[in-house]
């Protein structure tokens, strides 16, 4: 089963911007769509974007079109979401996911 490790959450300023990585421990990762997702405090998990195997193709919720990028690396199995114009709403756990397999999350917080 593969390992999703996410990182790069951390306390950032409205306007602000982040990287969020998602490491997998096999080489599967290359072979399958990779999407992440947000949950906000108190309200469901929701879908923010996705890749496919290649990168060639992205797909991104309308809460973070425009200003978020998913793209990938698959020589060393792993996938961003550059995020940037960052607002408070966008304070969430951020997790990163394929087929069936989900990381633990990393927390970003977008505060003054």
């Known amino acids: 089963q593969v390992q999703l490790v996410e990182s790069g959450g951390g306390l950032v300023q409205p306007g602000g911007s982040l990287r969020l990585s998602c490491a997998a421990s096999?080489?599967?990762?290359?072979?399958?769509?990779m999407s992440w997702y947000r949950q906000a405090p108190g309200q469901q998990r929701e879908w923010s974007a996705t890749?496919?195997?290649?990168?060639?193709?992205?797909n991104y919720a309308n809460s973070v079109k425009g200003r978020s990028t998913v793209s990938r690396d698959n020589a060393k199995n792993v996938a961003y979401l550059q995020m940037s114009s960052l607002k408070s709403e966008d304070t969430a756990v951020y997790y990163c996911?394929?087929?069936?397999?989900w990381g633990k999350g990393t927390k970003v917080t977008v505060a003054s």
């Open positions: 890749t496919t195997p290649t990168g060639a193709f992205t």
């Open positions: 996911r394929q087929t069936s397999n």
């Open positions: 096999d080489s599967s990762f290359g072979t399958l769509n």
